[in-house]
């Protein structure tokens, strides 16, 4: 296990009826909100009504943010950040999924920059200061309701990055908002959790028994769930497993004194800053690829892998027969939840593989499982068609 500084300020409020904590929160910031939300759902479901009628009930002003994009656009969060500076906004709140959260972070950062926030994502700056954060959550996914990291695309130049932004102060975290998310939303959320995991999970690291179990299972209660919650999504219990698992999954637990890679999500940035995808059913498209392509870097932790995760019996076979049948479980699990199994699937073919393979190499080679080079992800973009 390597040496390691673990830091996580976000307060997760979790549970049925914890939306009645905002009130308590707002206490804390002054009255100028920016709420930012997406397409629309949350008025459909009422959780719009229920977080203006808190609003007004403290007497906050309120500006807002609507339409924010899955693939959340660099237009957006510039106009976001002109709202905040024109209504002299001192509480950013995001209602909604990764994408949301994901824009008001770059919000909350490039509010108070002098530069332009699309530096943060070009690692030309680092943000050190930023407006506060709130989030309620309403999509099982990304983890960002507890994490500082925010990807945001800039469609005029086809380039979706990362950056290292900012930490919700409160996230509020109620299993119900959940439910009425459309099925292919879920199905992505569930395949987006898996991924971060797989991203920490697959590592050189050694000696890492507790950091090994977590992952594992995360991930088993990740795949124990998706089918109870497809089956019913008003199962409140396989919800807020589905909920927790994504918080977990992403909230710096996991890459304590590990080496993680992320390769597979620079490859999938490449393609849906492209072909505006939803960036979970790239994952489900990418990562067994990617798994094919590099296991045998070290064929034993994916081996561990597909005994922990998958219950594969290793009786009678070897090594790496037993990688390649965990990696097949995978393969399984994602077409038995209903995960697209090709870029195809999106209409995608091999005109852009070039291009994707320069977007997802962006400032060099990527990844630390198996170091990748362009030639490696135009490879890996090929076995995925």
């Known amino acids: 296990m390597n040496n390691f500084t673990y830091h996580n300020p976000t307060e997760l409020i979790f549970g ?19 709420l930012v939300y997406g397409g629309g759902s949350i008025k459909r479901t009422g959780l719009y009504d229920k977080i203006i009628h808190i609003l007004r009930a403290e007497g906050c002003q309120v500006t807002e943010l609507p339409g924010v994009e899955p693939n959340p656009r660099l237009s957006t969060v ?7 500076r024109t209504n002299q906004i001192s509480l950013v709140l995001a209602v909604g999924g990764g994408s949301v959260i994901d824009a008001a972070k770059g919000i909350a950062v490039g509010a108070v920059y002098d530069g332009d ?15 506060p954060l ?6 099982a996914a990304t983890g960002s309701e507890m994490n500082r990291s925010s990807v945001v695309t800039n469609w005029e130049t086809q380039q979706k990055h990362g950056a290292s932004t900012t930490f919700p102060a409160f996230s509020i975290l109620d299993p119900e908002h959940t439910f009425s998310v459309p099925k292919d939303q879920t199905i992505y959320g569930i395949c987006d959790i898996l991924s971060h995991v797989f991203e920490q999970y697959f590592t050189h690291t050694t000696e890492i028994p507790l950091q090994s179990r977590i992952a594992e299972s995360i991930m088993k209660t990740v795949i124990e769930n998706a089918e109870l919650v497809l089956a019913n999504p008003e199962d409140y219990d396989a919800r807020a497993n589905l909920l927790y698992a994504g918080t977990m999954a992403l909230n710096g637990t996991l890459p304590v004194g590990v080496v993680t890679d992320w390769a597979t999500h620079a490859i999938e940035h490449a393609v849906s800053a492209i072909y505006d995808i939803p960036h979970g059913g ?14 045998k870097e070290n064929v034993g932790r994916f081996v561990r892998f597909a005994t922990e995760v998958w219950d594969v019996n290793p009786a009678d076979k070897t090594e790496e027969e037993v990688a390649l049948e965990g990696i097949s479980r995978l393969e399984e ?6 995960a697209p199994r090709r870029l195809a699937d999106y209409q995608i073919g091999d005109e852009h593989l070039d291009s994707m393979a320069v977007k997802g190499t962006p400032y060099g080679p990527i990844g630390n499982f198996k170091v990748l080079e362009k030639e490696d992800v135009r490879e890996i973009l090929r076995m995925s068609l």
């Open 16 to 34: 049925r009826g914890t939306l009645e904590h905002l009130a308590t929160k707002l206490e804390r910031y002054g009255k100028n909100i920016l």
């Open 78 to 84: 510039r106009k976001g950040i002109e709202l905040c």
């Open 117 to 131: 926030v699309w530096d943060f994502y070009l690692r030309k700056a680092v943000p050190n200061t930023a407006l």
């Open 134 to 139: 709130g989030t309620v959550l309403t999509l």
């Open 282 to 295: 790239g994952l489900a498209i990418i990562f067994p690829n990617w798994m094919k392509y590099v296991y």
């Open 333 to 338: 699990f994602f077409i038995r939840i209903g």
